[in-house]
């Protein structure tokens, strides 16, 4: 076995913190982005817009879709210091 295979047998793209494959895409490319934002982002952004004092405008709101909800769950997260 060569040392390029080996190298290949060994990587875990699952324990890999750079993946450098599209497992971390942009909400607003994701094929369903326009549907209604999942029960789980609601109830998470509603919390984090309640921590930041975030309006509709910049926090939750109910008519949003996936990807809208997402920027803004990522964009509150931030705020309240609650990053990754």
Do not use: C, F
């Not at 060994?10 to 994701?30: F, I, L, Q």
């Not at 934002?37 to 998470?44: E, L, N, W």
């Not at 405008?57 to 990754?84: F, M, N, P, V, W």
């Amino acid at each position: 076995m060569s040392a390029k295979q080996a190298a290949h047998e060994e990587h875990n793209p699952k324990t890999d913190p750079e993946p450098g494959s599209n497992a971390v895409k942009d909400p607003a490319e994701w094929t369903t982005g326009g549907e209604p934002m999942t029960g789980a982002q609601a109830s998470y952004l509603k919390t984090l817009s309640e921590e930041a004092g975030a309006d509709e405008k910049e926090g939750y709101a109910e008519e949003l879709t996936k990807a809208e909800a997402s920027q803004r769950i990522d964009a509150l997260r931030e705020r309240t210091g609650k990053e990754k």
